[in-house]
């Protein structure tokens, strides 16, 4: 796989420089995560720095971080229309354009981020169900994925918490749909806020806690907020993806296309490894904070699966009614996991 990857940037290299097809071009890639993020260390940067190598110079990615061209709610729109060559979608953001990418945010399905990437990776290529049935219909195509490891549930008020019931009745953000399923199975009260607003949000005690991942909490300085958090658990996540328009992409010469193509599946494929090692550096860290973490009894393991398996099927049956294929979808999402 990875010969192929390095065969594949050679390729476009060697056309490049043969038939003189890209000239200097430059593409604006943006985010909204901070500067610094852990993503943009482990995919952005590599993302980058496998285009300009592999071009010689000759096609670079200019990044925009912190929502400087636009805000995580807009940038499918903005991408379609080319305010933004390249943009960070997170289906969950755009629910009602991208819902079946969303099933690898479903809780459950996978341990590491890098089981995640690689399977929406291959249900992303040309013909494959989520580039046909939804990235092609929205007018973009996927250049890389970096789904956050599964997230876990953090507490940070004064209240005394050792095992699940004990977070009866807080108030814990999550993200947009199964995430705020999980905490209504777990009688919490799901707060939709976006990730800046949350330290302040905790700070003042608005709530009290997060479904986060762990370099996530580190990203945004929450690590001297959060009092207890389990571990060993994916609640579900949030996953991000960078895309381009067809428009764009179809304007953009052939070996330019395979260049910028094999770094984003080398970027996805490294990536995610980059995303799992941050997230154990991250739990240390919060450690050393002062977080205290718990491990559910087998009884609270066996009532998390069988909420987690409730959010599932009711994702499957709510999309299933309006006429896509998400049982379809589901399935070779966890075929596809490895």
Known sequence: MRASVVSSTVAGLLSLATTGAAQALELKLADTMPAGHTIHQAVTALLMKEVEQASQGKVTLKHFPGGQLG????????????????????????????????????????????QAALALWTLSRDGAILHEREFKPNGIRALAFFPLPGYQLMVSSGRQVSSLKDVEGLKIRAA???????????????????????????????????????QAATSYKLDKLIKVSTQGQNFGTIVNGYFISDKKWNGLPEP????????????????????????EKAKAQLQAAGTRYISLSATEQQLVDRSSDEVRQAWVSALEGRGVPAAQVLKAFTDAVR
Do not use: H
């Open 71 to 114: 805000k995580g709610t807009d940038t499918l729109r903005l991408v379609q229309s080319g305010l933004q060559d390249i943009g960070m979608i997170s289906p969950a953001l755009v629910s009602d354009k991208m819902p079946l990418t969303a099933v690898s945010e479903l809780p459950g399905l996978w341990t590491r981020a890098c």
């Open 176 to 214: 947009g749909g199964a995430l705020e399923r999980i905490v209504r199975s777990l009688n919490g009260a799901p707060v939709r806020m976006s990730a800046p607003e949350m330290y302040e949000a905790m700070s003042r005690g608005t709530i009290d806690g997060a479904l986060f991942s762990y």
């Open 256 to 279: 330019t296309r395979k260049m910028i193509a094999a770094a984003g599946e080398k970027a996805t494929k490294d990536g995610c490894r980059g995303l799992d090692d941050a997230e």
